[in-house]
């Protein structure tokens, strides 16, 4: 019995670590998190508002909870209100470096009045980059 | 000679064309955005990418192209100074300025004045239109010039710097201001800093 669950046991952390797929944080539907960048970085809110009268901006507030310093990959993906992604600069990958424990702010303005959603993709720049889709430039 | 230091030399000189080959790195494409970019002393394309992005977002975040009347601003392209040891086109960074003020919503550009006459010269040429005999002028639509309101201007700045004996700090500077062409003042100013640290025996020309 005692051999069984620790072969079950075995498998489920085995599982577990192989995982690569990016997480969605079920509290910031917005936010999608590599498996990597998933062990150090602590999510503290997710903003959003709007510049310039009527271009949705969109911001995370967030730190690295590891000891060591990180690298952030970072990019924000527009959409307008037929789902298509609008291009522009502000849709670029971008690298922010994260010290232990010092909150960071990333936030940016949507490229077009016609964004009405967005989606923020934090990833660990060693993610194999099919795990991380590509992005638009402008 | 005889037909086997014949053969020999041939197949000597196949094997070593053959590793010469093998050894040429192959041309690849690189795809935006990945991890992988190559990092260069110079100003590269991402470098523009970076600087033009930073402007844009702050322009926008400054609330400076906001206007409350419903009308667009117009801007003109003034003067951006390469003030670096390499010889580059401003445009590259101007265009992608441009095409994402474009898209904002906010800002559109004159191509019809300029410092240095019209960037798009066919604005002028269509006004002799209505001269020709050549030409149907029922068909030729009187122009009535749109007259910018803003200006942007500035200036990229490159400092060398020697550190620890064989690294160099090169720092470039992108400063522009966006002026207020029916006062003359500055309505927004903002400056992006790339700095890049390598091989002292590297060039950033």
């Given at each position: 019995m005692q051999i069984r669950i620790g072969v079950l046991a075995t498998a489920a952390l085995a599982l577990w670590g192989c995982q690569t797929q990016p997480q969605q944080p079920t509290q910031y539907p917005q936010l999608q998190i590599g498996p990597r960048a998933q062990s150090y970085l602590q999510i503290e809110a997710v903003q959003e508002g709007y510049a310039s009268s009527n271009l949705l901006r969109a911001g995370v507030r967030l730190y690295n909870r590891s000891s060591q310093e990180q690298t952030l990959r970072y990019r924000f993906s527009w959409f307008d209100a037929n789902g298509f992604e609008l291009k522009g600069m502000a849709g670029r990958w971008e690298q922010q470096p994260l010290r232990p424990a010092e909150p960071v702010m990333i936030d940016r303005v949507a490229p077009?009045?016609?964004?009405?959603s967005y989606r923020i993709q934090l990833f660990d720049p060693r993610t194999p980059v099919a795990n991380s889709t590509q992005g638009i430039d402008g | 000679m005889s037909p086997r230091n014949t053969l020999i030399k041939a197949l000597a000189l196949t094997t070593v064309l053959g590793l010469a080959a093998g050894c040429t790195p192959q041309t690849r494409l690189l795809p935006q955005g990945g991890v992988d970019q190559p990092v260069t002393m110079g100003l590269s394309g991402s470098d523009f990418a970076q600087a033009a992005s930073d402007a844009v977002q702050s322009m926008l975040t400054s609330g400076a192209?906001?206007?409350?009347?419903g009308k667009k601003n117009i801007m003109v392209v003034s003067t951006v100074l390469n003030d670096t040891m390499q010889r580059i086109d401003t445009d590259q960074l101007v265009k992608k300025i441009r095409v994402d003020l474009l898209r904002s919503g906010k800002v559109l550009t004159t191509?019809?004045?300029?410092?240095?006459?019209?960037?798009?010269k066919m604005t002028q040429a269509y006004a002799e239109l209505s001269q020709?005999?050549?030409?149907?002028?029922?068909t030729v639509v009187r122009q009535r010039l749109a007259a910018p309101n803003m200006s942007l201007s500035g200036k990229i700045i490159q400092r060398n710097n020697r550190v620890d004996g064989n690294k160099q700090l090169v720092e470039y500077y992108f400063q522009l201001t966006l002026t207020d062409?029916?006062?003359?003042?500055?309505?927004w100013e903002d400056e992006t800093p790339i700095r890049k640290l390598g091989s002292a025996k590297g060039t950033s020309w």
């Open positions: 077009s009045p016609k964004a009405v | 192209v906001d206007r409350t009347d191509t019809a004045i300029g410092l240095n006459g019209a960037e798009d020709s005999r050549k030409v149907d002028r029922s062409l029916s006062n003359g003042l500055a309505i």
